[in-house]
């Protein structure tokens, strides 16, 4: 019987909603592998976080609540992390494919000498326990398998949905017994503000391209994404060109995201932000260029100019 | 300063990716390749922290022979030297960086500056493993990166906004898209380029063992998305929203 361990990932004292998926995906191996789902909660004053992540359909969770942890640095979590595998007989260790999971895992698979499959997308068994991950900006997918008995993967939120809420499990003290490595410090964190939802987390996602020509022309896309009570996105070109900050990317290397409705505005649809928007269930495009690659992925194509018909479609919803 | 960085050998992104027909792997005919551009960021960076500080400039690949061209391009970035672990093998991220761990202990760089992903393979791991198997702070997804006094501060993308974190040299830096815009190579520097030291070793060399710890056992095509339909008008639109897809 082997176990499998989620990191809680939170910020500014609460736990982020991707936190939910990656527990989804603990409880489908664990329903391959058998063994406990285990949930662990690594930070400093973190009682609302583990409050909530307790109701996320645990077998059981650690609490690990400690100063060196207050913020977030992977050389002391990793080791923490490797600690508690340690412990209670872990053979998957997983968190979210978001820049936290990016970040950590690798050093914690590297402690552990373990194999990691990075975005994972499916979990399954085929004379043996394998794993589903898009390479080439989601062009392509594989399947892999890991020889090392403890295994790490980080999972991409939108494939595996969050489930409802059930009674709190019991929160159990864990002791990390690492020291705050030397030579490493967290500075400072600068969160874009926002009254809108989390890209990862919206219905509604108005991304906007290069196109719009300005940080000013964003307004069009902003108005329309308050409207349907959406998130802003855009493409890495619109990113690059200062139009909009990096917290908003979405493509290959920046967020995957998978709303219910997605508007790509003045985005042509290059392959590495097709990566990142194309498993949305309705998309709609908004381009001048007929030929653009984006209609060929969109379920409804508007060739129009942007700055005549959003404004019209913001105000007619 | 000595600088650590690297590069590899990728499929040209713009390109179409072909499966082959018994989904055992991808097919390289008539293919092009390049550097990840990941590492052109990477390299970019080393050459101006060296304009800076001084030092000199390593760049590693490991990969098949035919990687010396992306060596060189390195090279006519700025790299001063360079070592390629050859082998025709598919190495894995872990395979990657206890190859360059062993690098770093014979090189003892003070700074390892690489490409947060390769666009291949698009794993994001192979820094921080790293990272964990020399026991060296690392900084990824950078898009600043200031040195002094053996420390250095980067600013890093992350989800939600941005962060400073300040890491002691030896440590791993890896660039995200933002660190700088590389400068295209002159023809005059990558003609003397090719005249730069390029040494060729193999992972037995190293003796590291390169057996994957994460194996490919199959690939397939995406689920492709249904054909869409033209709208001719914002009304048009609303109306399908509303009443077809039902998401408005």
């Known amino acids: 019987m082997s176990n499998i361990i989620v990191i809680a990932e939170h910020i500014n004292g609460s736990l982020k909603k991707v936190s939910w998926s990656s527990v989804t995906f603990a409880k ?146 864990f002791a990390s017994g690492v020291s705050a490595k030397e030579g490493v410090e967290f500075v400072s964190f600068e969160q874009v503000k926002s009254e809108r939802p989390e890209l990862t987390d919206a219905d509604v996602i108005v991304s906007g391209g290069r196109g719009l020509g300005s940080e000013a022309n964003f307004n069009i896309v902003m108005e329309l994404a308050d409207k349907l009570t959406g998130a802003v996105g855009a493409t890495r070109a619109a990113v690059d060109s200062g139009y909009a900050p990096n917290d908003w990317q979405i493509g290959q290397t920046g967020k995957v995201v998978a709303p219910n409705l997605y508007f790509a505005v003045a985005i042509s649809g290059a392959i590495q932000h097709l990566a990142g928007m194309k498993g949305s269930k309705t998309i709609v495009a908004i381009n001048t260029d007929a030929d653009a690659p984006i209609f060929q992925v969109a379920d409804y194509g508007l060739v129009a100019d942007a700055f005549e018909v959003l404004p019209d479609l913001t105000s007619k919803l | 300063m000595k600088i650590l960085t690297t590069v590899k050998r990728v499929t040209d992104p713009e390109m179409k990716v072909k499966i082959k027909a018994d989904g055992s792997g991808i097919s390289t005919d008539g293919v092009e390749f390049k550097m990840n551009s990941f590492d052109e960021y990477s390299i970019a960076e080393a050459a101006t922290l060296k304009k800076a500080h001084g030092g000199e400039i390593l760049v590693v690949s490991i990969g098949p022979e035919a990687s010396t061209k992306e ?178």
Not at chain 1, 72 to 97: G, R, W
Not at chain 1, 128 to 152: D, H, N, Q
Not at chain 1, 154 to 161: A, G, L, Q
Not at chain 2, 115 to 121: L, N
């Open chain 2, 71 to 248: 060596m060189r391009t390195a090279m006519g970035m700025g790299a001063d030297r360079g070592i390629l672990v050859q082998t025709d093998e598919t190495v894995d991220s872990d395979a990657v960086a206890r190859i360059l761990a062993e690098v770093c202990k014979r090189e003892n760089p003070d700074l390892v500056l690489m490409g947060k992903q390769a666009i291949d393979s698009d794993r994001n791991q192979t820094g921080q493993l790293l990272s964990a198997y020399m026991d060296w702070p690392q900084a990824t997804f950078a898009y600043s990166i200031a040195v002094s006094d053996g420390f250095a501060d980067v600013g890093r993308e992350v989800d939600g906004g941005t962060s400073t974190k300040r890491v002691q040299l030896p440590a791993i830096i890896t660039a995200d898209l933002r660190l700088n815009t590389p400068p295209l190579v002159p023809l005059p520097m990558l003609m003397k380029a090719k005249r730069k030291p390029l040494e060729i070793i193999t992972p037995e060399d190293l003796g590291v063992d390169i057996t994957p710890k994460v194996k490919a056992v199959g690939f397939e095509a995406p689920e492709a998305r249904a054909a869409g339909q033209i709208v001719e008008s914002v009304d048009a639109l609303i109306e399908k929203l509303k009443n077809e897809a039902k998401v408005l």
């Open chain 1, 28 to 173: 489908q191996a664990a329903a391959l592998t058998g063994g406990q789902v285990i949930g662990l909660v690594l930070g400093h004053n973190i009682g609302d976080v583990a409050a909530e992540f307790a109701t996320s359909g645990l077998d059981k969770m650690l609490v690990c609540d400690e100063a060196t942890f207050a913020s977030y640095l992977p050389e002391n979590f990793a080791p923490a992390i490797v600690k508690a595998v340690q412990d209670n007989d872990a053979a998957i260790v997983c968190a979210s494919t978001s820049t936290f999971g990016k970040d950590l895992l690798p050093r914690v698979a590297g402690l552990l000498g373990a194999g990691m499959v990075s975005d994972a997308i499916a979990i399954f068994d085929d004379g043996g326990l394998k794993f589903k991950r898009p390479l080439w900006a989601g062009k392509v997918i594989t399947t892999v398998e890991v020889s090392t008995p403890i295994k790490v993967a980080s999972v991409r939120p939108t494939e595996f949905d969050a489930l409802p809420a059930v009674a709190a499990v019991a929160s159990e003290a």
